[in-house]
C-alpha cells in the first residue's frame, strides 16, 4: 500500500510510500546520521546483512510496516507503524510509531509532518484507537514537533537496555 496519489507527485511534495529493499541504504543511511545519542547505527556496507535481516522480519510481519518519505524522488525520511491488539479499551487496536527520522539536512522542510499526518491518517484508517510513539526525554525539538502535529505528552516511559546485560 502507498500514501501517494496515483499520479506523479508534484515536484517539491513530500511523498510516502511502503519502503522497499532498494530503499534499504538510504533509510540506514538516515539512521546512521543520528548522532544524539552516540553511533548505534552504521551505513557501513559491511553492516547491511544486519538491515537486511531486520527489513525481511519487518515486511514479512502484517502487523508492522516501513514506510520512507520521498521528496522529489529522494529518500529524505523513514518510520515503522506497529499495530497490536491490547485487552485495555475493550480490546481496542493500538498503533505505534517506531524510528521516526528525518535525513538531518532535510529538517524543518515539512517532511516530518507528512510523515505524522499520513501516520495518523493510515492508523484511523486501519481502526487504531490510539497512535503512540517514544521520543528520548532530551530531543526537546522533537517534543515540540510532535506536540505541533497533534500529539498529546503524557505518558512517562522506561526502558531497559537489554544488550548490556
Known amino acids: 500500500m502507498s500514501g501517494a496519489a496515483p499520479d506523479a507527485p ?18 540506514v543511511s ?12 552504521s551505513a557501513d556496507p559491511a553492516d547491511l546483512p544486519y538491515y537486511e535481516r531486520a527489513f525481511a522480519e519487518i515486511a514479512a510481519d502484517p ?3 516501513l514506510y520512507v518519505a520521498r ?20 480490546g481496542t487496536l493500538l498503533a505505534h510509531a517506531e524510528a521516526v527520522q528525518v535525513d538531518p539536512e532535510m529538517r524543518g522542510r515539512g517532511v516530518g509532518r ?3 499526518d499520513f501516520a ?26 510532535y506536540e505541533r502535529a497533534g500529539f498529546e505528552k503524557r505518558l512517562d516511559g522506561f526502558k531497559i537496555d537489554l544488550s548490556n546485560h
Open 30 to 41: 538516515i539512521l546512521a546520521r543520528e548522532k544524539m545519542f552516540g553511533v548505534r547505527d
Open 71 to 90: 521528496l522529489d524522488g529522494r529518500v529524505v525520511g523513514t518510520f515503522q507503524l506497529v499495530f497490536f491488539r491490547a485487552l485495555l479499551r475493550h
Open 10 to 27: 508534484e515536484a517539491g511534495a513530500v511523498r510516502i510510500d511502503e519502503a522497499t529493499r532498494a530503499d534499504l541504504p538510504s533509510i
Open 63 to 65: 502487523r508492522a510496516t
Open 114 to 116: 507528512a510523515m505524522m
Open 120 to 145: 495518523i491518517a493510515e492508523a484511523r484508517r486501519r481502526g487504531a484507537g490510539s497512535l503512540q510513539l517514544a521520543s528520548n526525554k532530551r530531543r526537546l525539538d522533537a517534543h515540540r514537533f
